[in-house]
């Protein structure tokens, strides 16, 4: 008489509750991978970089940014942090000016930026529509989530010309990383130095530039 407590067991030595509980950890690995894809919307690119210690020692890193589309953002890491690198659209440019009057440091006097990238889009004027900025709240240091679209926004406001806003406490910045008036953070967020060598962006390092 067969005993009813054991489990029948196929060709391969498995049993029928061993197959079963395979099929559901395989299936459930293939879930989780495909919600990791379905939310990779802004890649977090890997540079021309040196090695982890020396980059969060402050070593440079280099970025080829020739196929870096209009409208499209990637982050490279510097220093531990990511760095933003948006191609700015003439659109987005133009939408810079006329959130001025709800910003409480349009002008950079008080946020820290190389003398270079201290005017109202917050860029070195021979590339001025790419935008190099730490991605980091100067809050308390989240990482801001990147709004592109222009036009009324739940976050940004019905006057939103695109930005970012920090879902921890709600701080607002624009696509110059200039930060609204009556939100927590009180400054820009960062504008790390940088200079260009061809179509190569060298993040961390502006010495010897051309002014």
């Not at 391969?12 to 919600?35: H, N, P, Q, W, Y």
């Not at 529509?129 to 809050?139: A, I, P, S, W």
């Not at 060598?197 to 502006?206: A, S």
Request: proline share 6%.
């Amino acid at each position: 008489m067969a005993d009813n407590n054991v489990s029948d067991v196929n060709a391969d030595g498995m049993s029928v509750e061993d197959r079963k509980r395979r099929r559901f950890l395989t299936g459930m690995t293939a879930g989780f991978g495909a919600i990791g894809a379905g939310v990779a919307v802004v890649p977090f690119v890997m540079s021309m970089a040196p090695s982890e210690r020396a980059k969060n020692a402050g070593a440079p890193v280099q970025f080829d940014f020739s196929k870096l589309q209009e409208g499209q953002m990637v982050k490279v890491e510097w220093r531990g942090k990511p760095v933003v690198l948006l191609q700015r659209t003439s659109e987005m440019m133009a939408g810079l000016e006329q959130i001025e009057g709800n910003l409480a440091d349009a002008g950079s006097a008080s946020s820290s930026q190389p003398v270079y990238a201290q005017n109202n889009k917050r860029s070195d004027a021979a590339r001025p529509e790419l935008l190099v900025m730490e991605g980091v709240c100067t809050h308390l240091g989240c990482s801001p989530v990147e709004k592109l679209a222009l036009g009324p926004d739940p976050e940004m406001g019905d006057d939103s010309q695109g930005g970012f806003f920090c879902p921890c406490h709600g701080s607002k910045f624009d696509l110059a990383g200039r930060v609204y008036k009556n939100v927590p953070a009180t400054t820009n967020m960062a504008i790390p130095p940088y200079r260009f060598e061809g179509l190569v962006i060298h993040i961390g390092d502006d010495e010897g530039r051309i002014t």
